[in-house]
């Protein structure tokens, strides 16, 4: 029955200006025949569409099957189909309106959600991310018309392939309007293959990882030695459990000084910008090997302090997830008492999600991803 809607449904397309005539030519006392009367004498699925039909060929198979090999009579075959289609209308019907008003078109949520999702394309901030990545990574990025820029590999990439970037490069724009309503144009967003690829190159690439910083603070005393360490809490889970819902790749800046106090909260980023004047090597070498010891014991407290951080986290996620399916898995059981169509398979794999998303989000545990050694050149007097 479903293939049978499926076939008529390909006929009856959007923009369709006139009634669709269906011929069903058979050989008169057949099996088609019998098959055609079975459709349309006990579904009506020739003339209205069939929710019913997968559930009621189920219930009849058999004794469908012995009427087209002419072991049974077709006729009653017929009336009980009918009589099986009725009370699964009726109860399709009566969990219906619940399941429509839910699916249904609400005008205000769909323009928020509109209106937020224009706020999260943020195409000022796109491009500014975007020429930072280029420049670092040596990628030819050059205005082309009104808001279109050209993006193609340049003659010294600090990679072998950019992702998402073909030899012959492209043009994009940012502006969605613009970019639909031209062939030539790429739309640029967040979720452009060439962003997303530059953001997991940049989080895969050790380049960076490890920095020294002289710098200038006005909160801290001349001469401290502090440890900026990111950690990042992520788990490799498959695709399909989506575990990106309730714990998305979260990472953790952690300031210790030399004795693996804690200063994150109470220094920001921002007042420790390094001073533009090089630092030779050989200076930090030697610095890093005569406090080997005091840098090794910051990092591991700041490793005790990125782990307290992820503890809180890993239970805000558990508790999401548990809300999130637990709502689920009662919404899908009320609904399979109501109506049979709900299946059970639905609620046991709701039910098995939830089992193998708390074993991974308990598992998750950060890593340390990046360490910056900073030496306060000039700060407040002790």
């Known amino acids: 029955p ?17 009634l669709v005539h269906i011929h069903v030519p058979v050989l008169k006392d057949t099996a088609q025949e019998q098959l055609a009367n079975w459709y349309h004498r006990g579904l009506n699925a020739f003339e209205k569409t069939c929710p019913t039909g997968a559930s009621v060929f189920e219930q009849v198979e058999s004794g469908l099957l012995d009427v087209l090999r002419g072991a049974a009579d077709g006729e009653k075959l017929i009336e009980k189909t009918r009589q099986l289609d009725d009370a699964l209308r009726l109860r399709l019907q009566s969990g219906r309106d619940k399941l429509l008003e839910l699916g249904s078109c609400r005008p ?11 706020t999260e394309e943020r195409p000022v901030e796109l491009m ?10 040596n990628v ?20 072998s392939h950019f992702p998402g970037l073909s030899d012959d490069g492209f043009v994009f724009s940012p502006s969605r309007s613009l970019s639909v309503s031209r062939e030539d144009l790429q739309f640029m967003s967040w979720e452009h293959p060439l962003v997303t690829g530059a ?37 490799v889970a498959p695709a399909e459990l989506a575990l990106h819902r309730f714990l998305p790749v979260t990472a953790f800046r952690v300031l210790v000084d030399a004795e693996g106090n804690n200063l994150g909260e109470r220094v920001d980023s921002n007042n420790l910008t390094g001073i533009p004047d090089k630092i030779p090597p050989e200076l930090m070498n030697s610095f890093i090997t005569s406090h080997q010891k005091s840098i090794k014991s910051a990092i591991a407290a700041s490793t005790v302090i990125a782990e307290y951080q992820a503890t ?30 709900i299946r059970q398979q639905e609620i046991d794999f709701i039910a098995d999600q939830k089992q193998q998303l708390t074993k991974l989000i308990q598992r998750a545990a950060p890593r340390l991803d990046a360490v910056r050694l900073i030496i306060v050149r000039q700060g407040i007097s002790e």
Do not use: W
Not at 140 to 158: I, Q, S
């Open 199 to 235: 953001i997991d190159l940049i989080l895969s690439d050790e380049t960076g990882n490890a920095a020294f910083s002289v710098v200038d603070s006005d909160v801290l005393p001349s001469g401290s030695v502090l440890v900026e360490a990111s950690h990042v809490l992520e788990v």
């Open 312 to 341: 809180k986290a890993i239970e805000k996620a558990l508790r999401e997830m548990r809300s999130e399916l637990d709502f689920e898995l009662q919404r899908l059981t009320e609904m399979r008492r109501r109506n049979s169509y």
């Open 108 to 118: 205000e949520i769909g323009e928020a959600v509109i209106r937020e999702l224009q």
């Open 2 to 18: 479903d293939l049978l809607e499926q076939r008529i449904g390909r006929l009856d397309r959007i923009g369709q200006k006139h």
């Open 140 to 159: 030819k990025l050059r205005d082309h018309a009104a808001n279109t820029y050209r993006v193609r590999p340049g003659n010294h990439m600090r990679t």
């Open 128 to 137: 500014d991310y975007l020429e930072q990545i280029c420049d670092c990574y």
